[in-house]
């Protein structure tokens, strides 16, 4: 695959100087107009992106187009290889490159393999990978219940569907989960009435999995069956759509329509993701008891390492309509060997109605010689609306924010810059940014803050304040992370 660049050199240049060539969002005109045309320019540069790897320095080059034929080498455009299932088994080495065909689609899951690059070829859009089994507005029947208004998919789905994307992304189904009670009846989790089964679904576009027993999805529609409802219908089935490790690029693919990650991982060094379109992920129930909650928790990221990581590279992407975190490295931190996050690369993305669009935590336990963050630089980001995508649907209404590190983690970091973003509304914290002693926070530099005037700016700091986003906040972030150069804005109500 390709090798990266010198991460470490570009780190210090840049916290030597503490100032970087903004680019893309250099010197914008900040009214709501032009800041949306911002967003468009970069989401259309974003989507048309070309693919610019360097095919003489792979070794096998296999292509896959969706006419294509798994009995084929897939080594020529003229004889490609038709599917995920094909991919997955191929013997595939270091050095070698996966290449899918511009403008088709497929669905299912891949598992990369170390050393390997996927990518595009062709004209056109960037190739569709669905973690959704199929579109069911066209396959499968939807039939009446003895209940008014709700139907059955006829197809078993024994993993937990996050959520039903109609139309594209026009309109999306609102998961209902049950609330138990040691004394009374089992609840609706959003509006609290007594909820047992898909018999007590009244609103319109709610839906219940009944994913152990009966293995079938069921959706109040209040117009009529879904298939004649709606044109199209993706399901957010568990699962993340790539599972990456280790030396993986992954680069202008479109990655859509999964209950778990887009792209996860554990552990992994020199991991990339470059040029990629990412929407509409997670939702789906990671375990029915934990954290002491009384009902089953949600999870979903586009893009996650869990674990260490050296050279974690997301540039160029454009991502969408996430239950939790567009970008994250995370860990407890609760093991006992070293685990380090260094040499993080997150710049020119455009992130937005995601409930965080910048995630990271690192250790409950203070070993700060064993576990620590270090090169960490997030840069020329347009961050938008976080919390106003379809992750409002969580019962936990006071987590969303642009960068979230979570006040209950050590997050002991050095050489951490945040710098040059456009960091536009939350309906909560616009930062979360804390860490146990102040010399481990980051670093902010000439970021471009717009929030409701009052509303929150965060919970920041090591002794863990929150503040209101008004006239005081730029002397608070001067105070609390050197920001010398901010800029203040606040949005029309």
């Not at 999995?209 to 209040?222: E, F, G, N, T, W």
């Not at 298939?227 to 790539?242: C, D, M, V």
């Not at 929030?451 to 503040?467: I, L, P």
Request: hydrophobic share 35%.
């Amino acid at each position: 695959m390709q090798k990266h660049s010198n991460l470490t050199t570009l780190f210090i240049l840049a916290l030597s100087t503490l100032m970087l060539s903004c680019g893309t969002i250099s010197n914008p005109d900040f009214s709501p107009t032009s800041l949306d045309r911002l967003a468009d320019k970069m989401r259309v540069e974003i989507l048309n992106s070309p693919s610019d790897i360097d095919l003489s320095k792979m070794h096998n080059i296999y292509y896959v187009a969706s006419d294509g034929n798994d009995a084929n080498d897939g080594l020529s455009a003229e004889k490609p290889i038709k599917s995920i299932n094909k991919i997955n088994s191929l013997d595939l080495q270091s050095g070698d490159c996966i290449l899918f065909r511009r403008g088709d689609t497929w669905r299912g899951n891949i598992k990369a393999r170390e050393g390997v690059t996927y990518s595009a070829y062709g004209k056109g859009a960037k190739p569709n990978i669905f973690g959704s089994p199929c579109d069911a507005a066209k396959e499968g029947t939807w039939t009446k219940t003895e209940v008014e208004n709700v139907y059955v998919y006829d197809r078993e789905l024994p993993h937990d569907i996050g959520t039903m994307v109609f139309n594209h992304g026009q309109e999306c189904a609102f998961k209902v989960m049950i609330i138990r009670q040691e004394n009374g009846p089992s609840l609706h989790i959003e509006t609290k009435e007594p909820f047992a089964s898909y018999k007590d679904l009244k609103r319109d576009l709610d839906f219940y999995h009944d994913y152990k027993d009966a293995k079938r999805i069921y959706l109040y529609s209040a117009k009529g069956n879904p298939a004649e409802r709606f044109e199209s219908i993706e399901l957010l089935t568990k699962g993340h759509i790539i599972s990456a490790c280790s030396n993986v690029h992954i680069d202008n693919l479109c990655i859509k329509y999964c209950g778990s990650h887009g792209i996860g991982s554990g552990t992994a060094s020199n991991l990339s993701v470059t040029n990629c379109e990412m929407g509409w992920i997670g939702g789906s129930i990671q375990a029915e008891d934990i954290f002491g909650r009384n009902h089953p928790t949600r999870y979903g990221n586009a893009i996650e390492i869990y674990g260490g990581c050296d050279n974690f590279i997301v540039t160029g992407c454009y991502i969408y309509q996430v239950y939790d975190a567009a970008i994250t490295h995370q860990h407890q931190g609760d093991v006992e060997q070293q685990l380090v996050m260094k040499n993080i690369l997150y710049s020119n993305n455009l992130i937005e109605d995601c409930v965080y669009s910048i995630e990271y935590f690192l250790g409950r336990k203070d070993t700060p010689q064993t576990h620590y963050m270090e090169n960490i630089l997030i840069s020329n980001n347009i961050m938008r609306r976080a919390g106003y995508g379809w992750g409002k649907q969580r019962p936990d209404k006071q987590t969303p924010a642009h960068i979230k590190s979570w006040s209950h983690h050590i997050n002991h970091a050095t050489n951490f810059l945040i710098a040059n973003n456009i960091i536009d509304r939350s309906t909560h914290d616009l930062l979360n940014i804390t860490a146990a002693q102040k010399q481990w926070l980051p670093t902010l530099n000439n970021n471009i803050y717009i929030q409701h005037r009052n509303a929150k700016a965060g919970s920041m700091g090591y002794e863990v304040a929150t503040y209101n986003f008004d006239d005081s906040t730029a002397g608070i972030l001067k105070h609390l992370f050197n920001e010398e150069n901010p800029t203040i804005i606040f949005a029309e109500e």
